[in-house]
Structure formats: C-alpha cells, structure tokens
C-alpha cells in the first residue's frame, strides 16, 4: 500500500514538511512557506493534519506585523513514548522517553545476558509497563522500542548472529518476541553502536563523524559517518577487539582464537591479570577502576600501556575514517586520563597531520546512559520519518 493513495493530494508530503519542526524550533505557517515554497494553502493543510494527529502543538505567538499575531508550531514530544533498552553481560536498563528523547522514567537493574532470550526480553517487558503506568502513559503509547545487545546483530532483522556471550541468542526472533507485548517498531543493534548514536545525539550533533570505543569486558566501536551510523554489509562494522596488535606477544591467545588481539592485551579481563601477576588483588574492570583512583602505580601504568595498545589500533582508524571525535566509553574509561593519555599519545604520533587536525579525544559525556538514549534516537529517527509520518497522519485522519 502506498501512502499516496490513502492521504488526500495536498496532504501527500506532510512528513517531509515535519522534518522541519522536528528539531523543536517553533515556527509560523508562513516561515514554513518561506522554507519550502509551498503554497500558504498547502501549508495551513498540512499543519492541521499534524495539528489534529498530535504531532504538533501551538507554542506561543510570533510578532506581530500588523493584525493578529501569527501562531507558531512545534513537535509536540509528548505525542507518544518510545521504550529503550540496553542490555549488557550482567544488567539491564530500560527506559521510557518522550518524542525528543528525553528519559521520563528509567531503571536498571542486575541481569544475566546468559539467561537466554525468553527470560531476559520478558523480565524487561514486565519493567517496562511497570514504568509505563509509573508515568501515566498506555502500552498504546509506545511508538516504537529500541534495544540494544553486547554481541553483532542483523540490524535488518533484528536477530543477533553467534553473539559469543549471548549463549541461546543466535537468531532469535527479538522483535516478533517484543512486538507481541508492545506497539510499533522493534529495532535491534549492537550496545556499542547505540553508545555511540547517544554520543553523537546528545553531545555531537554538530560533529558528522564520530567513533565511540567501548572498553570494558571487551572492546568495540560505533562509528557514526555523515551522521548516520555506519554498520557495514551485515552489521559487524566496528569489531576492533579483534584487530591484532603489532607488539602482542604471540603467547597472547584471544578467546576468538586468534593471536594478539587488541582485546586480550588492552581488556579489563587482560589488565587484571597483570595486575594479579604483579600482587594487586584486582577482579575485573571495577577493580581496575578502583586500583587507579587508589594511585595504585602498577596500576596507573597498565591503564596507560593498554591506553597506547589501544591508540596503535585506533591511530589506522583515523587515517582511514578521518572522525572529528574519538569517544572513549565502557567501565574503564572511568579510570580517566590514565586511558585517554595512552590513547592521545601513540594517535597524535603516528596519524597523519591532517587527520589529526582538528581531532578531540574524550572521555564519554552520556556515560551508562548513553546506550539507552542511543536505542531512543534510533526509534525517534524510524517513528519520524517521513513515511512513516505520512502513514501515520492517514491512520489519524482516516
């Protein structure tokens, strides 16, 4: 079914003309019809369709230029809901937010990935009506759910693709499984893609490219180019864990198999086997986290080295990708310049000069957040399009 066979003629296009509003800058009809060179006709018909569909809202008066003050228009952001979750190894966060992204009400809670798709995706339905009615919204609300996992996934279907830490997840149906609790569209990507979309949403709207790393259990990136996020032929875009490391020792053996992976050298897992090997009593990547904040040296000096292991690996990505940012994100980029000063280091030295120009590397501004407001975004950019607010509009006036 095509859309323009169901909307009347002058409303065919109403999605393209809320692109303009969705940004949340209030505007006039006739600044609308500056923009677009529609006609004044065609304009005030399509802004009642959004007007009487819930999508926009009067916001106010714009000056008068000589008898009745003109109306101005924006998103109404809290038209419908979006539900976003983030799951990792061992927890998970859900949230609810409104139309512009903006988180209503959230928890997070202890949960074991290993668990399996069942248990894991209805314990996270369970927690997310409970948020729903907290906040007085109908599971008819919701216009879309977006989740994100900790292993590669068909973004295109939603299932994940021998996740090495997802044992029962290869191939499971998660958006038929979710669709049946919840309206809309049930879209699926990997954790850290959505960190970095988060990254990029909340912090970077400005910046077209940007790299998000995760460092933490494992070592990933989201790469967001021209802003949009870039996931490659089947979605395994960004695996740089598994990229070897030049100056590994070959007794390095990677849990893919490998030899010498950035993973098994630069890891929380790895570090805190060093720090173990040299009397630190160190358990995983809070520990590493908390031997840094004690000034424990030995520790101080491992972060730094896996720093500069990373920066040798990302140094390749930024001649052949040229971001603006370099994000560095997961539980150990809470050790904080100890991380970021390895990474700065071997970067600034053996990238070009031109593609570290003007190049920042940062630590994360979304934190643990980031993943949730990346899953937001993703739903907010499908639920918004211009299609799918044409289709929406002729459900609405139907």
């Known amino acids: 079914m095509t859309v323009p066979s169901v909307l009347p003629p002058t409303l065919?296009?109403?999605?393209?003309?809320?692109?303009?509003?969705?940004?949340?800058?209030?505007?006039?009809?006739?600044?609308?019809?500056?923009?677009?060179?529609?006609?004044r006709s065609t304009i005030t018909a399509r802004v009642d369709a959004l007007l009487s569909s819930g999508l926009l809202e009067p916001v106010g008066e714009a000056a008068s230029t000589g008898g009745r003050p003109p109306t101005r228009f924006a998103l109404n952001r809290r038209d419908r809901v979006v539900l976003a979750v983030d799951l990792g190894a061992s927890h998970a966060s859900i949230a609810i937010t409104d139309l512009s992204g903006r988180v209503l009400d959230e928890r997070t809670i202890e949960s074991d990935i290993a668990d399996g798709p069942t248990v894991v995706l209805d314990r996270v339905a369970e927690i997310a009506l409970g948020l729903l009615e907290a906040i007085g919204r109908a599971v008819a609300d919701v216009a879309g759910t977006g989740i994100g996992v900790p292993?590669?996934?068909?973004?295109?279907?939603?299932?994940?693709?021998?996740?090495?830490?997802?044992?029962?997840?290869?191939?499971?149906?998660?958006?038929?499984?979710?669709?049946?609790r919840f309206p809309g569209p049930v879209l699926v990507d990997n954790?850290?893609?959505?960190?970095?979309?988060?990254?990029?949403?909340?912090?970077?709207?400005?910046?077209?490219?940007?790299?998000?790393?995760?460092?933490?259990?494992?070592?990933?990136?989201?790469?967001?180019?021209?802003?949009?996020l870039l996931r490659g032929a089947l979605g395994s875009a960004g695996d740089l864990g598994h990229v070897q490391v030049a100056s590994a020792s070959p007794d390095v053996v990677c849990r893919c198999g490998n030899i010498?992976?950035?993973?098994?050298?630069?890891?929380?897992?790895?570090?805190?086997?060093?720090?173990?090997?040299?009397?630190?009593?160190?358990?995983?990547?809070?520990?590493?986290?908390?031997?840094?904040?004690?000034?424990?040296?030995?520790?101080?000096?491992?972060?730094?080295?896996?720093?500069?292991?990373?920066?040798?690996?990302?140094?390749?990505?930024?001649?052949?990708?040229?971001?603006?940012?370099?994000?560095?994100?997961?539980?150990?980029?809470?050790?904080?310049?100890?991380?970021?000063?390895?990474?700065?280091?071997?970067?600034?030295?053996?990238?070009?000069?031109?593609?570290?120009?003007?190049?920042?590397?940062?630590?994360?501004?979304?934190?643990?957040?980031?993943?949730?407001?990346?899953a937001s975004a993703m739903v907010i950019d499908a639920v918004l399009a211009p299609r799918a607010i044409d289709e929406y509009v002729a459900r609405r006036i139907a």
Not at 20 to 27: A, E, F, M, S
Not at 151 to 180: K, Q, S, Y
């Open 151 to 180: 292993g590669p996934v068909e973004h295109a279907t939603g299932r994940p693709a021998n996740p090495p830490i997802m044992p029962g997840w290869h191939d499971f149906d998660i958006p038929t499984h979710l669709g049946r």
């Open 12 to 39: 065919v296009g109403t999605g393209d003309l809320f692109q303009i509003l969705r940004d949340g800058t209030p505007k006039t009809r006739s600044e609308l019809a500056q923009l677009t060179s529609l006609a």
């Open 191 to 228: 954790d850290v893609n959505l960190m970095a979309l988060g990254e990029y949403v909340t912090t970077f709207p400005s910046t077209g490219h940007l790299m998000l790393i995760k460092v933490a259990t494992g070592i990933g990136a989201g790469i967001v180019t021209d802003g949009r």
């Open 260 to 374: 010498g992976c950035l993973e098994a050298v630069a890891a929380g897992p790895a570090i805190a086997a060093r720090l173990r090997d040299s009397g630190l009593d160190v358990d995983g990547s809070q520990g590493i986290v908390d031997a840094v904040a004690a000034g424990e040296i030995v520790a101080l000096q491992a972060v730094r080295e896996a720093g500069r292991d990373l920066g040798s690996v990302l140094a390749t990505c930024v001649n052949l990708l040229n971001p603006s940012v370099i994000v560095i994100g997961g539980k150990l980029s809470e050790a904080g310049e100890y991380l970021l000063a390895g990474v700065r280091e071997v970067v600034y030295q053996r990238s070009l000069p031109l593609a570290t120009h003007d190049l920042q590397i940062v630590g994360t501004s979304a934190g643990s957040r980031g993943g949730i407001l990346g």
